[in-house]
């Protein structure tokens, strides 16, 4: 049942996604970090007229885009944050663009979800679509349903080995199977040190990063 969560739809968010992670039910976490509250899913289902509405959901699919990120413009331009490659229909390279303040950030922290993993990338374009702007998100951008703990960056593949960033070629703690360096233990306990599990939603949200405000911070990983 636990794998079928993650490999059949008709499972996943109404069988698993409950507002309380696996580690969590199974007092797997660092004490403290949390407390006796479930950890949102970021995948609710709310309605019309509902509490908070969408303010616990986060959005994947066709709608949830590098160009709704602002990250890749239609038609893409040099000082864009990322440029994605294209060739015969076909994400061949994602990386940032050269001066960006998108490639301070990767510097110090990377940009492992949307690089993807050694298989595949993290963002996916639709069927016949050759726009870099279309490009979506999946549950898998974020998530690696088999590796619970640690995070290894890709080798061997052109563009997943994200040369150049503080990662590259490394092995960082991660939770809750998150595809990028994310580690709960570590925190805020260093004020020189941005703490990696808000860097790892800076990949996206690069409006929010420290780099943006003209300050370059390393990762506490």
């Known amino acids: 049942m636990m794998c079928l969560a993650c490999h059949d739809g008709n499972v996943a968010k109404g069988g698993m996604m409950q507002g309380t992670s696996w580690e969590q039910s199974q007092n797997l976490l660092p004490p403290g970090v949390y407390g006796p509250k479930g950890i949102p899913t970021l995948l609710g289902n709310d309605t019309t007229g509902a509490v908070n509405m969408y303010g616990n959901d986060h959005p994947v699919g066709v709608q949830a885009t590098l160009g709704a990120l602002r990250l890749v413009s239609n038609p893409p331009k040099a000082t864009d944050p990322l440029n994605v490659t294209i060739t015969n229909g076909a994400i061949t390279s994602i990386a940032p663009n050269t001066g960006t303040t998108y490639a301070n950030f990767a510097a110090d922290y990377g940009y492992p979800a949307i690089a993807g993993s050694a298989w595949d990338w993290g963002f996916h374009l639709p069927n016949g679509d050759t726009t870099p702007a279309d490009a979506f998100m999946t549950c898998t951008t974020c998530h690696n349903q088999h590796v619970m703990y640690i995070y290894q960056t890709p080798a061997g593949y052109t563009g997943h080995g994200q040369t150049g960033t503080a990662i590259a070629g490394g092995t960082y703690p991660t939770y809750f199977f998150v595809n990028s360096p994310y580690n709960i233990s570590a925190g805020n306990t260093s004020n020189t ?14 409006g929010e990063a420290n780099e943006s405000y003209g300050v370059n911070i390393k990762t506490n990983f």
């Open 193 to 206: 040190l941005a703490a990696s599990t808000t860097q790892f939603c800076r990949q996206c949200h690069i």
